[in-house]
């Protein structure tokens, strides 16, 4: 007859977080379209201020604040880049909230 074979502890890992890689490369390719749309904001405010009549200057100079805040917004949202955890059960299983009983218990008056 031959041995049984030995069963091996499954873990499920369908509660585990995304891997750094993963989200550093997310947080990158987030802050480098921050920069380009910053890039085409200063662009733009450059040629409007240049080309376009008075009256629609003050889009040139909306685009130009856009240029200057974005770089300060895109590095607070790169780095506001928190880990998600994954869906599912634990893989260790559900944590105990009882007490946690003295050793002793006090004697009980009796009388």
């Known amino acids: 007859m031959p041995p049984e074979p030995r069963k091996q502890q499954v873990f499920s890992i369908t509660s ?9 490369g997310r947080r990158e390719r987030r802050y ?9 904001c200063f662009v733009g405010g450059v040629i409007v ?5 008075s009256p629609w200057s003050a889009i040139g100079w909306v685009l130009f604040v856009g240029a ?8 607070v949202l790169a780095n506001a880049g928190v880990r998600k955890k ?8 559900p944590e105990s909230r009882g ?13």
Not at 16 to 24: F, K, L, P, T, Y
Not at 32 to 40: E, F, Q
Not at 68 to 75: I, M
Request: hydrophobic share 35%; aromatic share 6%.
């Open 86 to 93: 994954g869906d599912g059960p634990s893989p260790f299983g």
């Open 68 to 75: 200057v805040f974005l770089p300060y917004t895109s590095v």
């Open 49 to 53: 201020l240049t080309t376009v009549p």
């Open 16 to 24: 585990a977080a995304e891997s750094q890689s993963a989200d550093r």
């Open 32 to 40: 480098a379209i921050s920069m380009g749309i910053r890039t085409l």
């Open 99 to 111: 007490q946690i009983e003295s050793a002793t218990k006090p004697p009980l008056d009796r009388e």
